[in-house]
């Protein structure tokens, strides 16, 4: 029996029972999944630097999505906060590096 203790997708459990094995799962408070959700954005980008596909991008964007939840945003409003900083600061499109401001 191996030990996880982490965050994990709604459909793991579902997912695991499928292939003919057990597991124990315990439902926390948002408080508690915050904690847990933070330990695994740190996860997930982690995995994205070091394997850098579309895969991981999507993992840590979901982690990212849940935690806007928790504090109450939708996916939408992070989405549109974001639009709304892009178009007034601009993304990362350029590669800008600031070095000394005078």
């Given at each position: 029996?191996?030990?996880?203790?982490?965050?994990?997708?709604?459909?793991?459990p579902?997912i695991?029972?499928?292939?003919?094995?057990?597991?124990?799962?315990?439902?926390?408070?948002?408080?508690?999944a915050?904690?847990?959700?933070?330990?695994?954005?740190?996860?997930?980008?982690?995995?994205?630097?070091?394997?850098?596909?579309?895969?991981?991008?999507?993992?840590?964007?979901?982690?990212?999505?849940?935690?806007?939840?928790?504090?109450?945003?939708?996916?939408?409003?992070?989405?549109?906060?974001?639009n709304?900083?892009?178009?007034?600061?601009?993304?990362?499109?350029?590669?800008?590096?600031?070095?000394?401001?005078?």
């Amino acid at each position: 029996m191996k030990i996880y203790d982490k965050l994990i997708r709604d459909r793991i459990p579902e997912i695991i029972e499928v292939s003919g094995k057990k597991c124990e799962v315990e439902v926390v408070s948002d408080e508690i999944a915050l904690d847990y959700l933070y330990m695994k954005l740190e996860e997930e980008t982690n995995e994205l630097l070091e394997d850098k596909n579309l895969e991981e991008i999507a993992d840590v964007m979901e982690v990212l999505f849940a935690i806007a939840n928790k504090y109450g945003y939708s996916d939408e409003d992070v989405i549109s906060k974001r639009n709304d900083k892009k178009k007034s600061r601009g993304g990362f499109k350029d590669n800008l590096i600031l070095k000394n401001v005078y």
